[in-house]
């Protein structure tokens, strides 16, 4: 997992208050939160590909190349990856403090 996304997903758990958890658990939840956050990442930036790239990218199973495909191919990636990456804070800690 790239540190930078490992980095978001440890702060995301601590702002939406899950502090103070087992070092296992925690990282049980930082890799379901990273597949959530993967899977986020494709169907928005799949909005950005032709018809034919869609079902390129849907080819790939290794889910690094799908990443590095989407950042070579979607016009402005960074800022898509981004925008979503805040929208998926957003939610997160929503749902987590409507328990």
Do not use: C, W
């Not at 191919?73 to 925008?83: K, R, Y």
Request: net charge negative; aromatic share 6%.
């Amino acid at each position: 997992m790239d540190q930078n996304i490992h980095t978001f997903l440890v702060e995301l758990l601590h702002d939406a208050g899950q502090t103070n958890l087992d070092k296992e658990l925690e990282e049980v939840l930082i890799h379901d939160l990273e597949t959530r956050l993967e899977d986020r990442l494709v169907l928005v930036s799949a909005q950005y590909l032709t018809p034919e790239q869609q079902e390129e990218v849907k080819k790939i199973e290794n889910p690094d190349e799908v990443m590095h495909y989407l950042k070579n191919t979607v016009p402005d990636f960074e800022n898509i990856v981004a925008e979503a990456m805040v929208d998926f804070r957003e939610v997160y800690i929503a749902a987590s403090k409507a328990e």
